[in-house]
Structure formats: C-alpha cells, structure tokens
C-alpha cells in the first residue's frame, strides 16, 4: 500500500497530536482522514458552485432586491 513519509515541524507535530487526541483517534489516522475530508471538501465546492450558477437566474427572480449591483464582484462589501 503507498504510504507519505511527511516532515513537520515540532510546533506543527504538537498542533496535529493535539488535534489528532481532541478528535479520539491516533495521529496517523487523523491525517489519513484530513487528506480524505479535504478532497470531499473540494468536491463538495464544486458541486455547490455549479448548482448555484444553474440556479441563479431563478435566485434573481424570487429575491430581485438580493441581485448585487453589476461590476461589483461576488461578495465583496458595499464601499
């Protein structure tokens, strides 16, 4: 099976075994399950993305007051 031979640093080690001991599992499973969650993570993004762009003209429709003005990007702040 592959397998990561991963270098930290010794603040980052005690960061991760805290974690790894706040979460009730060993250290090598808690970084196993990070790399896992991260890749659901980015999924997860880009199914939500998609469908908001799919469904943003009916989002326009129900809520015109929520259409952000054109040329501001996405959620930046009103100046």
Do not use: C
């Amino acid at each position: 099976m592959p397998s990561l031979n991963i270098s930290y640093s010794d603040e980052e080690m005690e960061e991760l075994r805290a974690a790894a001991a706040a979460a009730g599992t060993s250290l090598k499973q808690y970084v196993h399950d990070l790399s896992l969650r991260e890749r659901q993570r980015l999924q997860f993004l880009r199914y939500a993305t998609s469908w908001g762009e799919q469904h943003r003209a009916e989002f326009d429709d129900a809520f015109p007051d929520e259409v952000p003005p054109a040329g501001r990007p996405r959620g930046a702040e009103a100046a």
